[in-house]
């Protein structure tokens, strides 16, 4: 029993004052964020590869596996404090640091699992290029998300006067607790149903590409890996109730704290996957996820700065035609962008016209070449 107990103090069960999370979520919170460093540095090194530069949603991973490395190293400073054991058992001069740490990491916590989506989102509008009204939308959730989260802050240091009365740093009055679990609760909800969106929106598009199974089964996981963020959401929701416990805080807010940093990187992690096929394709080689480029354009300048990424095709659908056949581009406006499977061939009508039209005036100057150096009489 810990020495800082009463010495008439009586444990709820045998082995209470030794429970310690604290190992668990400094293991499991550093083995989630350095995986999520191996995909991030995955997702840059394919860009670099691939298209030689960066695009803003590339700089929002970067910034977000900093977030999520911040959110390690505060949970860990709450740890070192005790962060982890039930309060009871804690040096007094302890308890404060523990609770502040632990509330100062909820920043880039709720950061890391909010930004990643926005990656998401800029990658969903550059791959399936939704209508003009889908894309107003998509946006118009992603702010109000935002907006949600910022709330979630401001509410995590607002509920008491001044701030630090949360952690015992100054005398104040704080809310009630229950108003900042609703909050959260809702928040998750929220985040619930965006990654759910942002999961099965791709998932119904591929649904209707003209794709072999096993193309279309690593589409749809790569691109719908918020599935796993949503269930796991949804826990972390279940342990907010620990939030509420003030007389056990070190010990009981732990889940929610291990729970947020596998959330955020999940969401990273999904982010990343759909970027990775040239890192893929140079380990595995081109037969990849069972890509393959079309013979009829197999000996057309196959890494040139013509190549066009196309993930499938619409067979009935007015998208950007191409000798009958619609495509869907994974590209964006430069000619740039590549998720996982790269094609050699031009698939744009306008380029298809701009390159026909290049092929008439070189054969109609050989037209004309050839009459001023025929011969009277031929």
């Known amino acids: 029993m810990s020495s800082n107990l009463p010495p008439d103090f009586v444990e709820p069960y045998p ?14 919170t550093g083995s989630m964020t350095a995986l999520a460093g191996l995909f991030v540095i995955g997702r840059i090194y394919s860009r670099i590869i691939s298209v030689r530069k960066l695009a803003v949603d590339d700089y929002i991973v970067i910034i977000c596996i900093l977030l999520s490395v911040s959110y390690v190293i505060l949970a860990s400073r709450a740890i070192a404090y005790g962060g982890g054991r039930h309060l009871l058992t804690l040096p007094p001069e302890d308890v404060p640091h523990a609770i502040y740490y632990t509330v100062v990491s909820f920043v880039p916590g709720v950061t890391s699992f909010t930004i990643p989506k926005f990656a998401v989102v800029i990658l969903l509008a550059k791959v399936l290029n939704p209508g003009r009204v889908h894309r107003i939308i998509m946006w118009i959730v992603s702010v109000l998300y935002l907006l949600m989260s910022a709330g979630m802050l401001v509410i995590n240091f607002a509920q008491c006067t001044p701030a630090a009365a949360q952690w015992g740093g100054a005398p104040g009055t704080c809310w009630d607790r229950k ?4 909050y959260a609760l809702a928040l998750g909800i929220c985040s619930v149903l965006f990654d759910f969106y942002l999961a099965i929106y791709p998932t119904v598009v591929l649904f209707g ?3 072999n199974w096993k193309k279309k089964l690593a589409l749809s996981s790569s691109l719908g890996f918020g599935y796993c963020a949503g269930v796991i959401t949804c826990y972390k929701c279940y342990t907010l109730s620990g939030l509420l416990s003030l007389e056990d805080f070190t010990y009981a807010v732990d889940d929610v704290v291990l729970w947020t940093n596998i959330e955020g990187n999940c969401v990273l992690i999904g982010a990343c996957i759909p970027c990775m096929y040239p890192l893929v394709k140079k380990i595995f080689g081109t ?3 069972g890509g393959s480029t079309p013979r009829k354009y197999s000996n057309q300048n196959p890494t040139g700065p013509s190549a066009i990424v196309t ?5 009935n659908k007015k998208r950007t035609k191409n000798m009958g056949i619609s495509q869907l581009d994974t590209i964006n406006d430069d000619n740039k962008y590549i998720i996982l499977e790269e094609r050699s061939f031009h698939a744009s009508t306008t380029e298809l016209r ?9 054969q109609q100057q050989l037209d004309i070449q050839a009459r001023a150096t025929r011969q009277p009489g031929w």
Do not use: R
């Open 15 to 28: 082995g209470w004052a030794e429970e310690n999370k604290g190992p668990l979520i400094l293991g499991v």
């Open 179 to 182: 108003i900042t679990v609703d």
């Open 209 to 211: 590409l003209q794709l």
């Open 287 to 289: 037969s990849a996820l």
């Open 311 to 315: 993930i499938g095709s619409y067979p």
């Open 354 to 362: 701009a390159e026909h039209a290049t092929a008439q005036q070189k």
